[in-house]
């Protein structure tokens, strides 16, 4: 009798680890929806008198996609980080760059899709991501994602002066680590306003996104529901 009964609780034993094994961290299951708000990106602090343009310190801001916190703000003096895979993307004005090619020694690249951020299920193949110093831009700098209205993830209203995310436009990034995130730009303003809320006075050069983390590897974004 006793043989039997061994052999019971050895069973037993392995349905248990069987089902933590599925629980664990490598479980497939849709990905949680997270948030980074208000990104300083380098404000203006006023307009050169004979030119116009904006006086700013052209820095950016760097942040981690993985922990989703700003790991260099851009009015830190002290650039060390920037040369580290600590962060996954940079925000300088209406620009974005990745952690890699010429902005960083990561592995980062990225691609602007035109789909609703929902449907982006899965990431594109590695050879379709775009990297910083080998893309192409029309009339811009060589970015994963190209500067200027209507060419990336904005448009420009030069009758009341507002920056506004494109709809239906979701950004797919590789993160410094080679792993995979999807991102929706919500706002360029502070306080992430309605865009009938928009003045003047309302302070630009603020991201607010949303986006999901893969942390385990795979291509996979299927978002919670």
Not at 37 to 49: C, F, K, V, Y
Request: charge should be negative; proline fraction near 7%.
């Amino acid at each position: 009798m006793k043989t039997p009964f061994r052999l019971l609780l050895l069973l037993f034993a392995g349905v248990l680890v069987m089902g933590c094994d599925s629980d664990g961290s490598g479980d497939d299951g849709p990905l949680e929806l997270a948030s980074i708000n208000d990104i300083i990106a380098d404000p203006a602090l006023g307009r050169d008198p004979n030119t116009g343009a904006p006086i700013q310190t052209s820095r950016y801001s760097l942040v981690s996609l993985r922990t989703g916190e700003v790991v260099l703000s851009y009015d830190n003096d002290n650039r060390a980080d920037s040369a580290s895979t600590e962060w996954d993307l940079g925000f300088q004005g209406t620009n974005i760059i990745v952690n890699g090619g010429t902005s960083g020694p990561g592995q980062g690249a990225a691609l602007l899709m035109e789909a609703l951020f929902d449907e982006v299920e899965e990431a594109p193949a590695d050879g379709e991501l775009r990297v910083d110093g080998t893309a192409t831009c029309d009339g811009g700098p060589a970015l994963a994602i190209c500067p200027g209205s209507g060419n990336g993830w904005y448009n420009y209203n030069p009758a009341n002066n507002v920056i506004s995310p494109i709809p239906g436009r979701t950004l797919v990034v590789r993160t410094a680590d080679g792993r995979y995130a999807k991102v929706r730009l919500l706002s360029y303003y502070q306080g992430n306003p309605s865009p009938d809320a928009i003045t003047p006075e309302t302070p630009s050069r603020y991201y607010t996104l949303e986006y999901v983390f893969q942390d385990d590897g795979s291509r996979d974004l299927t978002t919670v529901e």
